[in-house]
């Protein structure tokens, strides 16, 4: 042993200090003991846990509840019934689970204070969006897709039975923004952050996975601008606006391009 290293060695010992070695295995102890406490149970936001564990239950309802449907429907019986389960599943449960919980329901977007200062984008949105509606209505795969209400044989439409088709299909649209933006992203927002609406644009993207591959992609997109702005906002009413202008735009381009009659 060098003489500098036995003189280190000896200040270390009368200091009470001990050798860098074992200094690195408590720490290392001590890392872990913090590890494991912040695995506890008890570490667990209850509100977090609530919200991801009811979204999990309405998913799945959303996805599966129309297989209880009787196959038998007459069109506006079979696309109102999808509609009242979306209505089930992605508004009633998490309003009801909000109520039990006490959880106030303008924390979680049904405020409608401010918006008269957050119109702008929303607007914005509509302009870039209804365009791109009309285009793409001229494609083959999007007339086949809307109007979700099935059109009788011979191009007819009968205006009445569009007409309570629309007003369940407005109704849906609430149901999806209060889920989406209000439960999950705003329900979320506390724990994550702005990380909420990377959250809620999963399940957002997976429900349209059944459409055109299009509207999948502007899926993505939609989430990611209408979480930002209810972010902002706090509230749901102007992207469910925008919603229903757009979702009523595409079933009037497709009926106009199918050339129906009323």
Same mark, same amino acid.
């Given at each position: 042993?060098?003489?500098?290293?036995?003189?280190?060695?000896?200040?270390?010992?009368?200091?009470?200090?001990? @050798?860098? $070695?074992?200094? !690195?295995?408590?720490?290392?102890?001590?890392?872990?003991?913090?590890?494991?406490?912040?695995?506890?149970?008890?570490?667990?936001?209850?509100?977090?846990?609530? &919200?991801? &564990?009811?979204?999990?239950?309405?998913?799945?309802? !959303?996805?599966?509840?129309?297989?209880?449907?009787?196959?038998?429907?007459? @069109?506006?019986?079979?696309?109102?019934?999808?509609? $009242?389960?979306?209505?089930?599943?992605?508004?009633?449960?998490?309003?009801?689970?909000?109520?039990?919980?006490?959880?106030?329901?303008?924390?979680?977007?049904?405020?409608?204070?401010?918006?008269?200062?957050?119109?702008?984008?929303?607007?914005?949105?509509?302009?870039?969006?209804? @365009?791109?509606?009309?285009?793409?209505?001229?494609?083959?795969?999007?007339?086949?897709?809307? @109007?979700?209400?099935? &059109?009788?044989?011979?191009?007819? &439409?009968?205006?009445?039975?569009?007409?309570?088709?629309?007003?369940?299909?407005?109704?849906?649209?609430?149901?999806?923004?209060?889920?989406?933006?209000?439960?999950?992203?705003?329900?979320?927002?506390?724990?994550?952050?702005?990380?909420?609406?990377?959250?809620?644009?999963?399940?957002?993207?997976?429900?349209?996975?059944?459409?055109?591959?299009?509207?999948?992609?502007?899926?993505?997109?939609?989430?990611?601008?209408?979480?930002?702005?209810?972010?902002?906002?706090?509230?749901?009413?102007?992207?469910?606006?925008?919603?229903?202008?757009?979702?009523?735009?595409?079933?009037?381009?497709?009926?106009?391009?199918?050339?129906?009659?009323?």
């Amino acid at each position: 042993m060098r003489k500098g290293d036995g003189l280190r060695l000896a200040l270390m010992k009368k200091s009470g200090s001990q @050798p860098h $070695g074992n200094e !690195g295995v408590h720490h290392a102890a001590k890392g872990t003991l913090n590890e494991q406490e912040g695995l506890s149970l008890r570490n667990v936001d209850r509100q977090v846990v609530l &919200v991801l &564990v009811t979204a999990a239950c309405c998913l799945w309802i !959303g996805q599966f509840g129309g297989r209880l449907r009787p196959s038998n429907l007459q @069109p506006l019986h079979r696309s109102v019934a999808w509609a $009242g389960i979306q209505i089930f599943a992605y508004l009633i449960i998490p309003v009801i689970v909000c109520i039990i919980s006490r959880i106030n329901l303008a924390t979680v977007g049904w405020s409608i204070r401010g918006l008269k200062e957050h119109w702008t984008p929303y607007a914005g949105i509509l302009f870039v969006a209804l @365009p791109a509606v009309v285009a793409v209505s001229f494609s083959s795969e999007f007339q086949t897709k809307y @109007p979700l209400l099935e &059109v009788r044989d011979g191009g007819q &439409v009968d205006l009445g039975q569009m007409l309570i088709w629309w007003a369940f299909y407005a109704v849906q649209f609430v149901a999806i923004e209060s889920f989406f933006r209000g439960f999950l992203v705003l329900g979320l927002a506390d724990a994550f952050g702005m990380n909420a609406i990377l959250i809620a644009m999963l399940p957002y993207l997976a429900i349209h996975f059944s459409k055109p591959p299009l509207e999948a992609v502007a899926s993505i997109v939609g989430a990611l601008i209408m979480g930002i702005l209810a972010l902002r906002s706090r509230s749901i009413w102007l992207g469910v606006v925008v919603h229903i202008v757009i979702a009523g735009t595409m079933d009037v381009s497709s009926l106009l391009q199918k050339g129906v009659q009323w």
